[in-house]
């Protein structure tokens, strides 16, 4: 971005640029999650959560893509140390450890609930200020919502299965 277009933004850039680094780490972290839980799963309705997690997979990569672009068209640099996402990250990282559906699940769920709380709060940040950055921030928060939902309804399922066996 120009000089001009970085003047008639309404906030600070380098504070801006610290929150989306932040949430470009949640995202790496959240992609990985997800990805390596697709791989372990084990337990009732396995192939829907195996199917469900590797499409969340997806969608956190192209939330750390749609952010890193952001964060070069403003000047600054995608954080270049993966070591740094455990520091930079805002919602942390929960290894799958235990390869149990209902278990993997329910820790995702968790990590949604916090991305939905932190891109509440960065879309309220943004809002009036950066258009184009609150338009990213906006469509990356309707994905979390609907991932919590996907989630959400993935133990609902699970738990008429168990009620019905
Ligand atoms: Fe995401
Ligand atoms: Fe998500
Ligand atoms: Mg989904």
Redesign the pocket.
């Known amino acids: 971005m120009g000089k001009r277009g970085i003047e008639i933004l309404g906030l600070d850039v380098n504070e801006l640029l610290t929150e989306l680094n932040k949430a470009f780490a949640d995202e790496w972290l959240?992609h990985y999650m997800?990805w390596l839980g697709a791989k372990v799963a084990m337990g009732p309705m396995k192939g829907e959560v195996i199917t469900e997690l590797t499409e969340?997979a997806a969608?956190?990569l192209r939330?750390a893509e749609m952010l890193a672009d952001r964060i070069v068209e403003l000047g600054g640099i995608p954080v270049v140390e993966p070591k740094l996402w455990y520091e930079m990250t805002n919602c942390g990282y929960d290894a799958p450890s235990d390869p149990f559906v209902r278990k993997l699940v329910e820790q995702?769920i968790e990590?949604?609930r916090c991305?939905i709380d932190v891109y509440d709060k960065l879309v309220k940040m943004v809002e009036g200020k950066d258009r184009k950055t609150f338009n990213i921030l906006q469509e990356i928060l309707e994905?979390?919502i609907e991932?919590?939902d996907d989630l959400e309804a993935l133990i609902e399922d699970m738990d008429l299965l168990k009620k019905n066996q």
Do not use: G
């Open positions: 959240a997800y969340h969608d956190e939330h995702n990590a949604e991305a994905d979390e991932h919590e």
